[in-house]
């Protein structure tokens, strides 16, 4: 009989903690994307670090106004309908939701529009519009901000800023989601630092608020 010492070959390891890493990324994701469709999520999730401060194009009002960043989200259900379905699965015991997820794909290659202000600053803008939504929040398949780097999300009307989100904001992971942001109009603005590192920032879906949503 031959003989053999057993074992597993060290390539197994790194594939078993690969999948392991993967299958771990797409569970928190759930988490994540469960905790913000629905009311009285059981899960407490991680506060997302910020570091607060003002958007540099606010500085310009009369700057930047061309609609050419704007994506309109086509919106293919009826509010209402989801309304009755939603009432009838909390009869039945299910949580309330309070959005549903629309399928996106935009990223800073493909969306959005860099320019530089009267004060220098680089930055590029991302204007999201899907209507009659009481507010949008963002799921990423990519985020990724340099050092030095800054992103800030707010409504058309400026009454809600989130952020900035910094390189102390990246997850260590593929999952993340940024909160919701009061309206149907929402603006991305990322302010380049001095890095030559540039971000990544790519949306996969967009959590479209539709009931039972007070957000000030």
Request: charged letters at 15%; glycine letters at 8%; proline letters at 6%.
């Amino acid at each position: 009989a031959q003989i053999s010492e057993g074992g597993t070959p060290p390539s197994f390891s790194s594939s078993i903690h690969f999948c392991m890493t993967k299958n771990a990324s797409r569970i928190i994701y759930i988490i994540i994307v469960s905790c913000l469709i629905f009311v009285n999520c059981p899960v407490t999730l991680t506060a997302q670090i910020s570091e607060g401060g003002t958007p540099p194009s606010f500085s310009y009002p009369n700057v930047l106004k061309s609609t050419s960043t704007g994506i309109d989200i086509p919106i293919t259900f009826s509010v209402e309908d989801l309304k009755v379905v939603d009432a009838w699965n909390v009869s039945q015991g299910a949580p309330l939701k309070v959005a549903t997820l629309i399928p996106a794909d935009l990223s800073m290659e493909n969306a959005g529009e860099w320019s530089t202000l009267p004060g220098g600053e680089k930055i590029w803008q991302l204007q999201i519009q899907a209507q009659d939504a009481i507010a949008l929040n963002l799921y990423y398949k990519e985020f990724y901000i340099p050092v030095g780097g800054k992103l800030f999300i707010y409504n058309a009307d400026h009454t809600q800023i989130i952020g900035a989100y910094t390189s102390k904001t990246n997850p260590s992971g593929a999952a993340f989601a940024t909160e919701y942001v009061a309206g149907d109009d929402i603006i991305l603005e990322y302010v380049h630092g001095t890095s030559e590192d540039l971000p990544r920032i790519h949306i996969g879906e967009i959590g479209y608020g539709y009931n039972h949503l007070f957000i000030g």
